[in-house]
């Protein structure tokens, strides 16, 4: 159309379609603009929320900016694509994390500031979007930052929950949940695309006819359909000017469906189905690490996986390539399970819709999807009966059914007469009723497959993926170890010691090469460097002392040890270990004299995180740690020498503040379990000592620290199945400090033992999964060793700078660069920046 268009008409739009400038008074008249027009309010009649909410919508006006730039010109280069799909995105709040990755945080926080408001204040009153449970929805947030950051070509796809992660509320010492209704006021970091709607389809039958040449054609007709609407997340790269996108869908009732029943008069079916198409993108799952099973949770998978493909087929239809160029132009990669039907979708789209044969659709989907694993644990399996799969997507039930034919048929020629071993690797699971195994579809369906640490990759080759190995061979599966964001997790969650390193680093290079962290070694040894470093670390304590005061109405000594445990609540992370090891510390204190007190080490005990809804014994542990908190936190006897706090609703926002303020940080999990945790990362690049396990990315950080600056302890992975063995089998006895800390709770020290009697029981002799007690006695000593530690303050800070300075390895950039190179075989492409709005 442009073409179309006078010269004059042309050069008007140019001219006036510039980009605002970026100085202070230009920023100043765009918050003033949208406070009077966007949000119609009174200039000086402003609470922070609304400061905050006029600040977001400027901020977003660049944000957009950027982000047309550089759709604008990936759509013209159209180079290859990687898009992640993830049910989860974690990503917190935006809007500082934007003004510091566009470079504006200095030029808004003084424009804010004059404008009356304080800039902490303002930020502050952002909600987080919590669109996910854990490390896997955060992992996927990481790792946008650095695809943004590294100006990959990436796109998210995910779904737009209305209501995000359950807020928690300690109700008597319990978890109660209440709705996360986190869009109560507009979002501004989404752009709606009203105009992008897909239609998505569910149940009915399948007819199959033969075509002209004899071929049989199969034809879904579904039974309902329902819209999917996109919803933009502009990502920002830093120092860049590089913008991503995460489409996130919401579903609607289609307009036809909707007026059929409309009109034949049958108005409560009418609104029925309507408010049946809405439910199926309103609520996040809370489970993490479990499978749930639900109807509504496969609906949600189907209509995010067939939406995203739709979309990502249109955008490569566009280029009018051959269908065999698709896995040059597109790669996708599947975060866990969940996405798996986007396999199931694209076979189905090129052998029904686009006529391809199946070994040529076969081989296009195989060469485009790449699988990432996230657990061994068996609960977390995702399974689906077949007859509730058969009557939401009937004609994928058959395409998985001819996926598994071909599939074992080609293992039995591989390893003929071998019954168990095609049982073992069918993607069905021969139940009552028959099962759907999604990992085993997705292994089948991918080219490659990644675990996301070194221990865990290895793990999964012996263990769920064994027979996967010896059928493939060793090159399908890789390693991928987690990592994290730098921008976040250190520049905006601790701005202190970020301006500490850039002054002494003499540059905030480091921000996006983290290896050059490894300078700070030369500090170590300067005396006025290690006091700034404490400094900075004992004013995050404050903030932390403060936070705590607030939500928990404890008061904390910032001088003491602070120990922290946040994650979600789970028995392999063993949080329950931890409240019997304070009860150990407790009941050691409470035996001593007044001068043996005299040394003991002060020790505030920080736990924070959410427990799936109906997990049960999980959320026994909360209570067990309040019961426990209530009684040491009132006992003259204790003192300051221990405080216990359990901070409610944990989340992204808090870790920020948390994170920073860490002394000493528990990662915990039996050996073999945690697949690669991320916080663990988090800790120590903000120069926090951890206690752990040889367990998940803990063993690459000891690797990296060296083992002086590390507290490990427990049993290694491959002696786990001989220990759960000996006490099943052979009865090895409790260990008797635990043994010790039992009787103290039946003896009811902390409130009605009746209440914990089902908790207790998981440790019972021969039941012990978790081994608790086999690590007992280590951990007691591991937390003692960091006691003694710690006394050394010296020392210490000299551990707490070596921590941060060999942190290199795990910045997210290394962990997307691998991925890249090796999975997706995607180059960068920056943006220009043309000076467009
Ligand atoms: C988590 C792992 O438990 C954690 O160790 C890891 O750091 C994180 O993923 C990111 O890789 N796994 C899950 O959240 C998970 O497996 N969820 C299951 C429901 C799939």
């Known amino acids: 159309e442009k073409a179309k268009w006078p010269k004059e008409t042309v050069e008007l739009w140019e001219r006036l379609s510039k980009k605002e400038a970026n100085d202070v008074e230009t920023v100043q008249k765009s918050i003033v603009h949208h406070v009077t027009t966007t949000l119609a309010r ?48 974690l990503l917190g709040r935006s809007m500082d994390n934007a003004l510091l990755n566009m470079g504006l945080k200095g030029t808004y926080g003084k424009g804010v500031e004059q404008l009356g408001f304080n800039m902490e204040d303002v930020i502050e009153s952002e909600v987080d979007a919590a669109l996910g449970n854990g490390g896997l929805g955060r992992l996927a947030a990481c790792y946008m930052d650095s695809l943004a950051t590294l100006d990959y070509p990436a796109w998210g796809y995910g779904l737009r929950y209305n209501y995000g992660i359950f807020q928690q509320r300690i109700v008597d010492g319990y978890q109660t949940e209440y709705p996360d209704y986190w869009l109560n006021f507009d ?14 389809s569910f149940g009915g039958h399948v007819q199959s006819i033969q075509d002209e040449y004899g071929v049989t054609r199969h034809n879904w007709i579904p039974a309902q359909s329902v819209q999917a609407i996109a919803y933009d997340v502009p990502i920002p790269g830093y120092d860049t000017e590089n ?21 034949e008069g049958n108005y409560e079916k009418s609104v029925e189905d309507a408010t049946n198409a809405e439910k199926i993108t309103s609520v996040l799952y809370p489970n993490d690490n479990t499978m749930a099973g639900k109807e509504l949770r496969l609906k949600q998978q189907y209509f995010w996986t067939a939406a995203s493909l739709h979309d990502i087929v249109r955008r490569f239809k566009k280029s009018r390539r051959e269908w065999s160029d698709f896995p040059d132009q597109v790669a996708i990669q599947l975060n866990d399970t969940h996405p798996t039907l986007a396999i199931v979708e694209l076979q189905r789209l090129l052998v029904d819709e686009e006529m391809l044969s199946w070994d040529d659709a076969w081989e296009i989907v195989t060469k485009t999807f790449a699988f990432t694993n996230h657990t061994v644990l068996p609960e977390a399996m995702e399974k689906w009966s077949v007859p509730m799969f058969e009557y939401l997507l009937p004609r994928h039930l058959q395409i998985i059914f001819d996926i598994n034919l071909f599939f074992l048929q080609k293992v039995e020629k591989k390893f003929p007469n071998d019954r168990g071993l095609l049982n073992r690797m069918s993607i069905i699971e021969e139940a009552q009723p028959q099962q759907i195994r999604m990992a085993h579809l997705a292994v089948v369906g991918s080219h490659k497959v990644n675990g996301v640490a070194a221990l865990h990759s290895n793990l999964i080759k012996t263990t769920i993926f064994k027979d996967f190995v010896d059928y493939y061979g060793e090159d399908k599966f890789v390693n991928k170890t987690n990592g994290i964001t730098p921008r976040r997790w250190l520049h905006q969650a601790n701005p202190k010691l970020s301006k500490l390193i850039s002054d002494t680093l003499g540059s905030d290079k480091w921000l996006k090469d983290l290896s050059l962290l490894k300078k700070l070694t030369t500090k170590i040894d300067n005396a006025e460097f290690r006091k700034s470093w404490m400094a900075i670390k004992r004013h995050n304590k404050v903030r932390l002392a403060e936070l705590i005061k ?3 109405n404890v008061e904390v000594s910032p001088d003491a040890l602070f120990d922290v445990q946040v994650k979600r609540i789970h028995e392999y992370k063993r949080q329950f270990m931890n409240i019997l090891a304070v009860i150990h510390r407790y009941r050691t204190i409470k035996s001593m004299t007044a001068s043996q007190k005299a040394s003991v080490q002060p020790r505030v005990v920080i736990f924070g995180g959410k427990a799936a ?3 049960y014994i999980a959320k026994l542990v909360i209570k067990l740690i309040n019961s426990v908190a209530a009684v040491v936190n009132q006992d003259p006897a204790v003192g300051d020498l221990l405080k216990v706090v359990f901070i409610p609703d944990y989340n992204v926002s808090v870790a920020e503040v948390i994170v920073p303020a860490s ?22 690049l903000n120069g926090g000592l951890i206690i752990g396990t040889m367990d998940g990315a803990n063993i690459e950080i000891l ?3 060296g083992e002086e600056n590390i507290f490990i302890f427990g049993c290694l992975a491959h002696e786990v199945e001989d220990l759960r063995h ?22 009811g020290v902390f409130e009605d033992p009746k209440i914990f009697q089902p908790l207790i029981s998981t440790l019972t002799v021969g039941k012990d999964f978790y081994l608790i007690s086999a690590d007992f006695a280590s951990y007691i000593a591991a937390n003692q060793a960091v006691d003694t530690a710690y006394k050394n303050q010296e020392e210490w800070s000299k551990k707490s700078i070596r921590c941060t300075a060999n942190m290199g390895k795990f910045s997210s950039d290394r962990s997307v660069k691998e991925y890249a190179d090796d999975i997706w075989g995607i180059k960068s492409y920056p943006i220009v920046d043309e000076g467009h709005m």
């Open 42 to 89: 009174a200039a000086y009649n402003m609470d922070n929320f609304s400061a905050y909410q006029a600040v977001a919508l400027s901020t977003r006006d660049r944000l957009i900016s950027r982000w047309n730039e550089t759709q604008g010109q990936l759509s013209k280069a159209d180079p290859k694509r990687v898009y992640y799909l993830s049910l989860e995105f």
């Open 187 to 200: 979002n501004p970091w989404e752009l709606p695309r009203l105009d992008i709607s897909i239609q998505i």
């Open 243 to 263: 913008c991503n996108n995460i489409r996130l869908w919401r579903s609607k009732p289609t307009k036809t469906f909707d007026l059929t029943s409309f009109n």
């Open 550 to 552: 607030i939500r928990c």
């Open 613 to 615: 809804p109906g997990y």
């Open 663 to 684: 002394d000493i940080s528990q990662h915990i999990s039996t050996a073999g379990t945690e697949a690669s945790g991320t916080s663990n990362m988090k800790f120590v």
């Open 703 to 705: 690797e990296e620290i």
């Open 726 to 747: 000996a006490q099943r089998y052979r009865g090895v006895p409790m260990d008797p400090a635990l043994q010790g800390v039992i009787s103290a709770i039946e003896k």
